[in-house]
């Protein structure tokens, strides 16, 4: 008699999980009909591959894989191809705060200063700062101002390469 899951806790950052708990609960249910779970199904393995990658990550988060996804495609997770794992959802969590800041600011929504009282635009530092507050990402897992720079870095790298496109 196999059990009808198994659950895989993987490392993670701490952000990272408030991130994916806020989307999909303490525990995602692993199936083909959410990216996240396409993503881990098509990185799980029948073969044991062993390589020596490092995985400093400060907390975890909770996998929960059907019987029949396993007898279907396996249970191996290398080490590997869970930093790829987490790489990806690094990768969405900055891509749902990139369009969430240039949404907020492309329909010049509004917040109240709370010093001055008064109605300003949003900027992309207020909808950063919002944005990490709606999944208690706390200062110290990840720096406002970093993020922050990282998102014009990011978009003028963006700029550069679509200028590049058209030019040639």
């Given at each position: 008699?196999?059990?009808e899951m198994v659950t895989l806790i993987i490392p993670i950052d701490?952000?990272?999980?408030?991130?994916?708990?806020?989307?999909?609960?303490?525990?995602?249910?692993?199936?083909?009909d959410s990216w996240l779970g396409r993503y881990f199904i098509e990185i799980l393995d029948r073969q044991y591959k062993k390589k020596n990658i490092s995985l400093k990550k400060s907390d975890t988060y909770t996998f929960v894989i059907p019987y029949y996804v396993i007898k279907e495609v396996g249970l191996d997770l290398p080490t590997a191809k869970m930093?790829?794992?987490?790489?990806?959802?690094?990768?969405?969590f900055y891509n749902d705060l990139y369009?969430?800041?240039?949404?907020?600011?492309?329909?010049?929504?509004?917040?109240?200063?709370?010093?001055?009282?008064?109605?300003?635009?949003?900027?992309?530092?207020?909808a950063t700062e919002q944005f990490l507050s709606?999944?208690?990402i706390s200062e110290d897992e990840l720096?406002?101002?970093?993020?922050?720079?990282r998102f014009y870095r990011d978009r003028i790298s963006d700029?550069?390469?679509?200028?590049?496109?058209?030019?040639?």
């Open positions: 008699m196999y059990p701490s952000y990272l999980k408030k991130y994916l708990i806020k989307k999909y609960g303490s525990h995602h249910m692993v199936s083909r930093k790829s794992l987490a790489v990806m959802i690094e990768q969405i369009t969430y800041i240039e949404v907020s600011m492309g329909n010049q929504l509004s917040f109240i200063n709370s010093k001055s009282k008064n109605f300003n635009e949003q900027n992309a530092y207020k709606s999944f208690d720096k406002l101002d970093s993020v922050y720079k700029k550069s390469k679509k200028q590049k496109k058209q030019i040639a």
